[in-house]
C-alpha cells in the first residue's frame, strides 16, 4: 500500500475515480473506449467554439447546437481530461466499444397537422410488433424506434429495414420499415420470428418466458388500446381514449450490466434520446405538444435538481414549451441506502457502510453537505476500514487516494470545495465521494468487505447548521431485485437512516412532473412508492416548492393520500396490497403481464395528461417561464364513466375537470 496522495479536486467525482482507475470499472472496460459526457458549456462560448477547440477525433452530439448550455460531447476515454478544462461541468456516462459511424441519409417524415400530441417513451426495450401499438388498420403508431444498446450495422439494411442514426451509434427503424414489419407479423409466432431476425434475443427470451418487457408495458400502459380486463387488474382505461390514437416514438436506452456499478448511467444517452423525439415530432408537427414518459430512475445523487441530468430536462422544457416530461417517484425497497442529518458546529457524526462480499464491481458512497460558504467550508471527512485502520482528514478541495503496490487505486475519499447555490439563493453546496475497488479477487479487487465507516465532523465555530445527506450508488438499479451485491448503511451516529426518503435521483427538477403509486382497491399510495425526505431542500428554493404543495393540495388524488413537496399526482400501479401489479402488453401480441411500482404509475398518470392535451391544447403558461405551465395539469382529474365508443370511431372529447379523479381512469 502507498501513502495517500492529496490533490486538488475538479468537478465529477465518478469521472476522477474513472481516470485514476483507467476506467476498468466501467463495462466495456479499459481505454480505447469511446465515451459520452453530458457537459454544460461555458455561458461565454457557443457549442461552435467548443467544438473547435475539442481535441483531434472528439465531437459534439449530432443534435448538440443552438442556445441552451447543455449538450453531450463524444471522445475517446483518454481525452476526458482534456475536455474538462474547456467546459463548465460535465457527467459521466455509459461507454461505447466502439467509435461512430456514419450516419445514413436523413428520411423526411410527412407532416400531420392534425395530430395534437405525440408520445415518447425513453425506456429499455419495446415489443414494437406488438398489435397494441398498431391501429385499427394493422398500420404501426411509432414514428421511429431507436436502439441505442447494439453497435450501429456498418451499413443500412434493406431487407430488415435498420438504420443508422444520426447520432452516429445504436441503429434505428423509422415509419416505411416498421410498417414492412407489421405486414409481415401477422401472428404473435411471426412476431417473435422477426425479433429473432433482427437480432433482439432479450425480446426472444422475455417472450419465451412470458416475462414482461420493461418498455413493452410502459408504452401499452400509455398509449395501448382499451383494456378487456375489469378495472382494478389493469393499467389502461376500459373505454377508447385520445392516447389510443396518438403516433410516438420509442426509444431504447443501454441497461446497466450487471458486472459494472451504477457510477456511470446513460444521462448522455437519455439526453440524446429526448433530443431524437422531439426532433421527430416537430417534423410531423411543430403545433404539437410533446409528452415523454421516463420510467427509469438512479438511486444516489443531489436530490435537489441540481444533478446536470436533471439541469438538462429543465432546459429541454424551457427551450420548448410544448415538451411535458414525466418521471416516477421511485420505488423504496430493501435495506437504509440513505442518512441525513444536521451537524453542529464542532460536533460528530459517522455511518457504518456495509460493503459485500465477492462483489465483482466498485461501490460508491455519496455525501452532499448544504449550508453557508463558511459551514461548508469547515467540514471534515475521515474513512475507517473493517479492520480499524483511519485514513485523512480530507477537507474541501482534497482527495484521498490509496494504491495497492500495482499501483491501482483501491480507496479514494474526494470532497469538493463548496459552490454557490445556481440561482442567486439557497444554501452552498459540496459534495464527497467515498470509491472503493471490488471486494471480488482479481486483477484490482480483494479490498476488505465488511463495515466501512465514513466520519464526518466540523472545524471552526460557525454557528450556521450543516446537513448532510449520505447515498449509496447503486449496484443495481433496481435492489428489491433480491441482487447480494447491493452495499448498504447498517448504522448511524448523529445522523438518522432512511431519512431522506427515496425519491428518484432524476425526478427532483424544477419543471417536470413526477407520479406515485398507489393501490386501486384500497385507495391509498403503494407502501414502496418514494416521497422526498425531510432533510432535502431543494435547490429551486422553499418559495417554488410551497407553490407546488399548494397546486397538488387542490389537485384530484387517485386515493385519500395526500401528495408530498415533490411528487405531483399518485396513479395506479397496483389492484391492492395483496394483488400487486396491474395488466398490460406482453411482448407478442395477445399476451399479458403484470407489472408494478412507480414506473407503471408513470404512464398511467402521463396517458391521463396526454388526453387533456389532446382535448383542450397546452395549459396557460405564467407569464415569462412557459414550462410552469405544466403544474397546472395536476390540477384536473378524468370524467366520470361516459358510454363505450365501439373501436376505430373518434373518441368523444375529453371534458375534464377539477374535482375527484376517478380510479377507473388512473
Not at 430488415?160 to 416498421?178: K, Q
Not at 417472450?207 to 398509449?223: I, K, M, N, S, W
Not at 453542529?344 to 457524526?349: D, F, N, S
Not at 435521483?505 to 425526505?533: F, H, I, M
Request: with cysteine; hydrophobic share 40%; charged share 20%.
Amino acid at each position: 500500500m502507498e501513502a495517500a496522495v492529496k490533490h486538488s479536486v475538479p468537478a465529477d467525482p465518478y469521472l476522477d475515480w474513472a481516470l485514476a482507475t483507467g476506467f476498468a470499472g466501467l463495462v466495456p472496460s479499459g481505454s480505447g473506449l469511446r465515451l459520452p459526457l453530458l457537459v454544460r458549456r461555458r455561458p461565454e462560448q457557443t457549442w461552435a467554439e467548443l467544438r473547435e477547440r475539442l481535441p483531434a477525433g472528439a465531437s459534439l452530439g449530432a443534435r448538440t447546437a443552438g442556445p441552451g448550455l447543455l449538450g453531450t460531447v463524444w471522445l475517446d476515454s483518454e481525452q476526458a481530461a482534456t475536455l474538462r478544462t474547456l467546459v463548465a461541468a460535465t457527467q459521466l456516462a455509459q461507454p461505447l466499444a466502439a467509435g461512430l459511424v456514419r450516419p445514413a441519409q436523413p428520411l423526411a417524415l410527412k407532416p400531420d397537422r392534425k395530430v395534437r400530441v405525440v408520445v415518447g417513451v425513453v425506456d429499455r426495450g419495446g415489443a414494437f410488433l406488438n398489435r397494441a401499438f398498431r391501429t385499427p388498420q394493422g398500420r404501426s403508431r411509432l414514428l421511429a424506434y431507436w436502439d441505442q444498446a447494439v453497435l450501429a450495422p456498418e451499413s443500412d439494411d434493406p431487407l430488415l429495414g435498420w438504420r443508422r442514426p444520426a447520432e452516429g451509434y445504436g441503429r434505428e427503424l423509422l415509419a416505411p420499415a416498421l410498417q414492412a414489419l407489421c405486414r409481415r407479423a401477422s401472428s404473435a409466432r411471426q412476431e417473435a420470428l422477426i425479433y429473432q431476425q433482427l437480432g433482439m434475443p432479450e425480446l426472444v427470451a422475455a417472450a419465451q418466458a412470458q416475462a414482461p418487457d420493461h418498455a413493452t408495458h410502459v408504452l401499452d400502459t400509455l398509449l395501448g388500446p382499451p383494456s378487456p380486463w375489469p378495472a382494478a387488474h389493469s393499467a389502461k382505461p376500459t373505454e377508447p381514449d385520445w392516447a389510443a390514437q396518438a403516433p410516438a416514438v420509442l426509444v431504447s436506452v443501454p441497461s446497466v450490466r450487471p458486472d459494472q456499478s451504477t457510477g456511470a448511467p446513460p444521462v448522455a444517452q437519455i439526453f440524446e434520446a429526448l433530443q431524437y423525439i422531439l426532433a421527430h415530432a416537430q417534423a410531423l408537427n411543430p403545433d404539437a405538444a410533446v409528452v415523454i414518459n421516463l420510467s427509469l430512475g438512479m438511486q444516489a445523487g443531489p436530490h435537489d435538481g441540481s444533478l446536470l441530468i436533471e439541469q438538462g430536462f429543465d432546459e429541454l422544457m424551457r427551450l420548448h414549451p410544448r415538451l411535458l416530461l414525466v418521471l416516477p417517484a421511485g420505488n423504496q425497497a430493501g435495506p437504509a441506502l440513505n442518512a441525513a442529518g444536521s451537524l453542529a458546529p464542532g460536533g460528530q457524526a459517522r455511518v457504518a457502510w456495509r460493503v459485500q462480499p465477492r462483489d465483482p464491481t466498485d461501490s460508491f458512497l455519496e455525501l452532499w453537505c448544504r449550508g453557508s460558504q463558511q459551514a461548508c467550508a469547515e467540514l471534515q471527512l475521515h474513512v475507517r476500514s473493517p479492520a480499524g485502520e483511519r485514513f485523512g482528514p480530507v477537507v474541501p478541495g482534497q482527495a484521498l487516494e490509496l494504491r495497492d503496490a500495482r499501483q491501482q487505486p483501491w480507496l479514494r475519499l474526494s470532497l469538493h470545495a463548496a459552490q454557490a447555490p445556481e440561482q442567486g439563493s439557497g444554501p452552498w453546496r459540496s459534495q464527497a465521494l467515498l470509491a472503493l475497488a471490488p471486494t471480488q479477487a482479481g486483477e484490482r479487487g480483494g479490498v476488505s468487505a465488511g463495515a466501512w465507516q465514513l466520519e464526518c465532523s466540523r472545524s471552526g465555530g460557525n454557528a450556521q447548521p450543516l446537513r448532510l445527506s449520505l447515498w449509496v450508488q447503486g449496484d443495481q438499479p433496481v435492489i428489491s431485485r433480491g441482487d447480494w451485491v447491493q452495499s448498504h448503511l447498517q448504522a448511524a451516529q448523529g445522523l438518522s437512516l432512511g431519512a431522506d426518503g427515496g425519491l428518484n435521483a432524476l425526478a427532483t427538477g424544477r419543471y417536470p412532473l413526477v407520479v406515485g403509486a398507489s393501490q386501486w382497491l384500497e385507495e391509498r399510495a403503494a407502501d414502496y412508492s418514494a416521497e422526498l425526505g425531510s432533510e432535502v431542500q431543494s435547490a429551486a428554493g422553499p418559495e417554488e416548492r410551497s407553490e407546488v404543495r399548494a397546486g397538488s393540495k387542490a389537485a384530484p388524488l387517485f386515493g385519500a393520500a395526500t401528495p408530498t413537496d415533490a411528487v405531483h399526482l399518485l396513479a395506479a400501479a397496483d389492484a391492492s396490497g395483496a394483488e400487486p401489479g396491474l395488466l398490460a402488453a406482453g411482448v407478442l401480441s395477445g399476451h399479458w403481464v403484470r407489472m408494478n411500482g412507480t414506473s407503471v404509475a408513470a404512464p398511467v398518470g402521463a396517458r391521463h395528461w396526454v388526453n387533456w392535451l389532446w382535448g383542450h391544447g397546452l395549459p396557460p403558461a405564467p407569464a415569462g417561464e412557459p414550462a410552469r405551465r405544466w403544474r397546472e395539469l395536476v390540477r384536473y382529474a378524468a370524467p366520470t364513466p361516459r358510454p363505450r365508443t365501439p373501436v376505430g370511431q373518434r373518441p368523444p372529447r375529453l371534458e375534464l375537470r377539477p374535482g375527484r379523479l376517478q380510479p377507473r381512469w388512473l
